[in-house]
């Protein structure tokens, strides 16, 4: 559902029917989400997330798999052509950036933007592992993880930002091409990844408090001002479609 609720912001937003829009949202039960040109069956082991109740749907942006649990996902939503997140895909994450940057100062925390190409582990489909252009470290550990894709004008960027980063359940719901490789993730995860809760001593602010950092964050950081709104039924009716005819079936899940 929440994959849907997103398609369903994207279509209205690009219809024009809603304004440019940023959600911020928690999952139950825990999902694991692949980026969209990723294998199920050959990154994924359905197995262990069954037996440790871990749901899996496939997304409409890149990137690779992110454990959603104890953290709050963002998703934003605009014109390709608005001007608080201009251009190409590099600018536009910068520019979302800054209201990231600005939410974790927020929480008194300074992150930084990593200006460099990421340093992909070959064989490895956590997301974690690694900072990607204009993604968000603090310490040089990566703390923030996103994704963007592009649809009828308009962008869908999500992003996760764990208060908790739970490396060992990530690498044990994954698939790895030996346990060397899968025993060299969990370390870099360990190494190069980091949950906000960490750098508050093992105990993170309560969600409420991170999402209201954020809602600040975004405001600043892009030069807007965010309302507080609901859904509208189009966007209701449309995700409940989208989550029973596409986000649950296997012919998108599964699809290669």
């Known amino acids: 559902m929440n994959m849907a609720v997103d398609e369903a912001i994207l279509t209205c937003q690009s219809q024009g029917k809603v ?37 899996v749907v496939r997304r409409l942006t890149g990137g690779r798999a992110v454990l959603h649990h104890r953290e709050l996902t963002y998703s934003l939503v605009a014109c390709e052509n608005d001007p608080h997140v201009p251009g190409g895909i590099l600018s536009s994450y910068l520019a979302i950036s800054k209201g990231l940057l600005a939410g974790l100062k927020k929480l008194g925390l300074e992150g930084k933007v990593v200006e460099g ?9 956590a997301c974690f592992d690694a900072p990607s252009w204009y993604e968000i470290t603090i310490d040089g550990k990566k703390v923030i993880g996103s994704a963007q894709t592009r649809k009828h004008g308009s962008l869908l960027q999500h992003g996760s930002v764990p208060v908790i980063l739970e490396a060992a359940e990530v690498c044990r719901c994954l698939r790895f091409p030996s346990d060397k490789m899968k025993e060299y993730t969990l370390r870099r995860l360990k190494e190069k990844a980091a949950g906000l809760a960490q750098f508050f001593g093992g105990y993170g602010p309560p969600l409420s408090s991170i999402e209201k950092a954020f809602f600040d964050g975004f405001a600043e950081g892009l ?20 989550c029973r005819n596409k986000y649950r079936q296997d012919h998108w899940n599964f699809k290669r």
């Open 117 to 125: 190409g990421a340093e992909r582990s070959k064989g490895t489909a």
């Open 223 to 242: 030069g807007v001002h965010l309302a507080a709104e609901e859904l509208t039924p189009e966007e209701k009716d449309l995700a409940r479609h989208l």
């Open 19 to 55: 304004p440019p829009t940023i959600r911020f949202y928690q999952w139950q039960p825990p999902a694991i989400t692949i980026g969209y040109f990723q294998r199920i069956n050959e990154e994924v082991d359905l197995e262990a997330c069954r037996e440790s109740g871990i749901d």
